[in-house]
């Protein structure tokens, strides 16, 4: 199984940040490599998918980068309504695995 | 509007079964697979299973292999996931996510259903 280790776990910042998010896969996943956003109580909602593309109706604040092992999810300028947990997740192959989270509290 | 909405949580003792539904409107359910990931309370995101569009190919983690099983009805726009022999440890939030078959999605989970609860306790 791939393992996906996310850091940090959580973050503490301020409206307007840049905040920058990191993503490590056990193997080589390029470009397999998916961002979500979940906030208290909601579903997932998908931000970025095959690494660095933006779903629809996301704002652009939010980018991915990265390559084979190492992603990176970042708000160019946190907003306060980007408080939650963020997930990465691979798509590479079965089973899918997800990092295990990190919350950025404002 | 692309929905999912999932039904049939609830309180269940342990080693007894329950069966999860998610009925899907405003896309064409046959043309996506599908997926079922829980969410154990504080914890992070957990896939259990995939379904292609057809019904022809499955997924499972090993450790859910022999305890749950996952289904769908094209003509009812409806997945399932039938869970026997549960524990406390299935005890989570758990969502059905539709995933493109089209590669050029790179399969990702990009419409998620509102999650039921499941419940594993005496």
């Known amino acids: 199984d791939i393992q996906m280790t996310q850091s940090p776990t959580s973050l503490s910042a301020s409206v307007g940040d840049r905040v920058t998010i990191t993503c490590r896969a056990s193997q080589s996943i390029t470009p397999y490599l998916n961002w979500y956003q979940q906030k208290p109580g909601k579903a997932p909602k998908l931000l970025i998918y095959a690494a660095s593309s933006l779903q629809s109706g996301v704002p652009s604040r939010f980018s991915g980068s990265g390559s084979g092992t190492h992603f990176t999810l970042t708000i160019s300028s946190l907003q306060r309504e980007d408080f939650a947990t963020y997930y990465c997740q691979q798509s590479f192959s079965m089973p899918r695995t997800f990092g295990l989270g990190t919350k950025v509290e404002i | 509007e692309e929905q999912l909405v999932e039904s049939g949580g609830g309180l269940v003792q342990p080693g007894g079964s329950l069966r999860l539904s998610c009925a899907a409107s405003?896309?064409?359910?046959?043309?996506?697979?599908m997926n079922w990931v829980r969410q154990a309370p504080g914890k992070g995101l957990e896939w259990v299973s995939h379904?292609?569009?057809?019904?022809?190919?499955?997924y499972y983690p090993d450790s859910l292999r022999r305890r749950f099983t996952i289904s769908r009805d094209n003509a009812k726009n409806s997945l399932y996931l039938q869970m026997d022999s549960l524990t406390d440890g299935d005890t989570a939030v758990y969502y059905c996510?539709?995933?493109?078959?089209?590669?050029?999605?790179?399969?990702?989970?990009?419409?998620w259903g509102q999650g039921t609860t499941v419940i594993v306790s005496s």
């Open positions: 405003g896309f064409t359910f046959s043309y996506y697979n």
């Open positions: 379904i292609s569009s057809s019904g022809s190919t499955i």
């Open positions: 996510a539709r995933e493109p078959t089209s590669k050029k999605y790179y399969y990702t989970m990009d419409v």
